[in-house]
């Protein structure tokens, strides 16, 4: 399973991806607004990416899929399919190294054109950390709307958190 656009693959993860995956999720910025606590060792990378590539993006729950430039792990994007097989959570993470240079506009755009036009999807939301605002400036540059924001809704990594909510319709996606 994998999708191409113009710069990128959007694949499933391989064994080989553990080294980049681990280095990537073990910067202190890019997990900060993440679920996980960097570092991350190569032992937790390696079953993680196992996990991964064993997944099955067509059954609910999560899965998570690689972003790969010419052959090199820079990102990936995770999409939570619920039970209807109608409606997804999206949520993403690029390397640093890759961030600022459209690919995770480029390969969440990819994918969602994959999710609402050949998988026929009605809806995908996405939610983040109010204090993410690229996570936020990316989802509203691929059409997401803002649909809500709940003060001191979480309690993450020791602090309270504000919660942005996005979601984007298939109706709006094909109509764009």
Same mark, same amino acid.
């Given at each position: ?64 899929? /690689?972003?790969? $430039?010419?052959? %090199?792990?820079?990102? &990936?994007? #995770? +999409?939570? =399919? ?43 939301s996405a ?8 996570? /936020?400036?990316? $989802?509203?540059? %691929?059409?997401?709307? &803002?649909? #809500? +924001?709940? =003060? ?13 909510f996005f ?10």
């Amino acid at each position: 399973m994998f999708l191409s656009t113009e710069r990128l693959t959007v694949r499933r993860f391989r064994a080989d991806d553990a080294a980049a995956f681990a280095a990537y999720r073990s910067v202190p910025e890019v997990a900060r607004y993440q679920s996980w606590e960097a570092p991350v060792s190569i032992e937790e990378a390696t079953a993680s990416v196992r996990g991964f590539a064993a997944g099955d993006p067509l059954v609910p729950g999560w899965f998570q899929y /690689a972003v790969d $430039l010419d052959g %090199v792990l820079i990102g &990936d994007i #995770g +999409l939570n =399919l619920h039970e209807n097989l109608m409606q997804a959570d999206l949520g993403f993470t690029l390397a640093p190294r890759y961030q600022g240079h459209g690919y995770a506009t480029e390969a969440v755009r990819g994918l969602l054109d994959h999710l609402f036009v050949e998988r026929k999807l009605h809806r995908v939301s996405a939610e983040c950390d109010a204090r993410n605002v690229a996570s /936020a400036a990316l $989802l509203r540059r %691929v059409g997401f709307r &803002d649909e #809500g +924001l709940r =003060l001191a809704n979480t309690w993450f990594k020791g602090e309270w958190t504000d919660d942005q909510f996005f979601g984007l319709l298939r109706s709006d996606w094909i109509s764009s």
